[in-house]
Each structure stands twice: as C-alpha cells, then as structure tokens.
C-alpha cells in the first residue's frame, strides 16, 4: 500500500507529535484551529496519522506469524494489509482525531448514546461519536454541536428563563420554539434538522431563514442554502430509542449510520454491493448480532479482526 506524503501530511505529523507531548497552549490551539479551518483535507491528514500510528503500535505489539509460502488460491484473501487500508479508510470517513475533540467539546460520546440534562433542565442526547460544546451565558443558551448528531429538548422560555436556546452546527443556527428536534452535521458547510414538535427557526449566517413546522426535516448549506428534506424526522431520531430503520437505504450508507453507533466500524470489502438497498429493523443493544444477519440477509459474510469488523 503506497501513501503520497504531501506538506499537509508533514504538518498533520508535527501536530501529532506536539500533541503528545502535553496539552496545548492557547496560541497553539488557535493555531491548530486556524490549520484544520483551511483546507477540510487537513482533518482528514491528522486522521490518518492518529490512526496510522495506533495501527503501527498495534502491528509492533501482535506476534509473528511465519509461514510457508505457496501459490495463492483463486478465491478472494482478505490480506492484512487490505484489512489495514480498510480501517484507515473508514477511520478517515467516520471519526476524526478523539483528542482533537476532547480538547474543544465540553462532552465526547463513544459509541453509546448519553442523554445530558443540562443547567436550566434541558436535555440533550448525543448519537455516538458526537461531541458538544456549551456556551451559556446571561443572554443565551447556545449549544454548539461540534461533531455527530444530537436530539435537543430544551427548557421553553419563561418569565424566569428568558434566554432563547440555540444550537450552532456549522453556518447553522437553529432557535428553539418550544420544541423538540434533532441536528445532524455533516460537515462544516452541511446540517440536516427535523422538528418533532413545535417549531424551529433555521438561520444561515448570511441571513436566509426558515421557520420549521412540527413534521418537517430540512437540509441546511452555504451552497443550497436551506432546502425541505424528504425525511420523517421521528424516524430519524429512532436511535434515541434505541433503533436503527432502514427503507430501502444504500448499503453502504447503512454502514455508516450503524458505525456511528460501534466501536469496531464495519468496512464493505465488496464495493459492487454499495448500493444494494437494505431493509431492516436493528436494535442498538444488539449490533453485534444484527451486523451478521443483515450481511447473511444480502449473501455476504463477515470477518472480525482487530479493531473491526470486514464485510465480504
């Protein structure tokens, strides 16, 4: 497997190290920020270098195995080194540097879901792999979602909380009416939010808004701007619930979500089968067994190995 090394990598290398060597200085995180801000790709470089690193130290600490050379079957091998270029693969889609997040988020979430109450008495429940900053103060109640996905109930205004609550995720704000709803980002330029009661206000930063009605799901961006989504938002925040619904969705988008919710993510080997539509009902307490019978429901198999599971 060959990897460019390119300055952005070089950079992303220094990061690394420094990160080791203790918690950063203010000056060195405002740098750190103003680097990942420039270029998405260098995010993505620090991924990679976080995890090729665990990887290296877990490869330097795994036995030798020696063997006998001999031709190679004609059936597809599931190699170490393509079981290496998976996980950094899906490392560098699903999750980004943990301490790089455990140093912006007042809360970073594995791969369970937590439920927080918060100060005035609102509730927020974070998917997996999702991280939350809270900037309350005496004229607001922001939340900002720095990462993953969130279903937000907050504490409605009243005579003695005035404050509006807000939730930041990217260009997007989203001002609470007395409601219940859910944000997921995306990226920094991408939300989606669905309204499961009441009403939120969705703004950009340059001014265009909407005023979103129990029922709907929207996609927000710089680009499109904030566009209706053709999405049951209840449905969507099932995982709340603890359940995962899939209608017919691409299988290589159904992984996505499910890893969003497991420590060991699972890597599609058999790129053919992206988009082969799934139709299941799964329960999050019980991935490890619904991973399998969903793989066995689409004739593929699976292999466990170090840190996560191979679909094939």
């Known amino acids: 497997m060959r990897l460019s090394f390119s300055s952005r990598h070089a950079d992303a290398v220094q990061w690394w190290l420094r990160s080791q060597d203790g918690p950063l200085s203010d000056a060195e995180e405002r740098a750190l920020e103003r680097w990942l801000a420039r270029d998405p790709a260098h995010g993505e470089a620090l991924a990679a270098v976080e995890m090729q ?16 050379a001999r031709p190679a079957p004609a059936r597809r091998r ?3 080194w393509l079981a290496a270029a998976c996980v950094l693969l899906a490392v560098l889609v699903w999750r980004g540097p943990h301490w790089w997040w455990q140093v912006r988020a007042d809360r970073v979430t594995g791969a369970a879901v937590e439920t927080l109450t918060l100060s005035d008495g609102s509730r927020v429940t974070l998917a997996g792999h999702s991280a939350l900053r809270l900037d309350y103060d005496d004229r607001t109640r922001t939340v900002t979602l720095l990462r993953g996905e969130a279903l937000f109930q907050p504490a409605p205004v009243t005579g003695t909380e005035p404050r509006p609550f807000t939730v930041r995720a990217g260009d997007a704000r989203l001002t609470a009416r007395g409601t219940q709803f859910w944000v997921r980002r995306l990226s920094a ?9 009441h009403r939120v206000l969705a703004r950009l930063a340059d001014g265009r808004q909407r005023l979103l009605a129990s029922g709907d799901s929207a996609r927000l961006s710089r680009r499109a701007g ?18 995962l619904v ?11 979500r499910i890893n969003t919710f497991r420590e060991r993510p699972v890597v599609l080997l058999d790129r053919a089968r992206a988009g082969a539509p799934v139709r299941a009902v799964l329960h999050l307490d019980s991935l490890d067994q619904g991973v399998p019978a969903l793989a066995n429901g689409l004739g593929l198999r699976t292999l466990e190995v170090p840190g996560l599971t191979l679909l094939y």
């Open 53 to 68: 690193w665990a990887l290296a130290d877990e490869l330097a600490h795994r036995p030798s195995r020696h063997r006998t």
């Open 78 to 80: 599931v190699t170490p």
């Open 189 to 197: 330029d991408e939300q989606r939010v669905g309204v499961l009661e």
């Open 226 to 243: 904030i566009r209706p989504l053709a999405l049951d938002p209840v449905r969507a925040a099932g995982w709340a619930r603890g359940v």
């Open 246 to 256: 899939f209608d017919a969705v691409p299988l290589d988008q159904a992984l996505s």
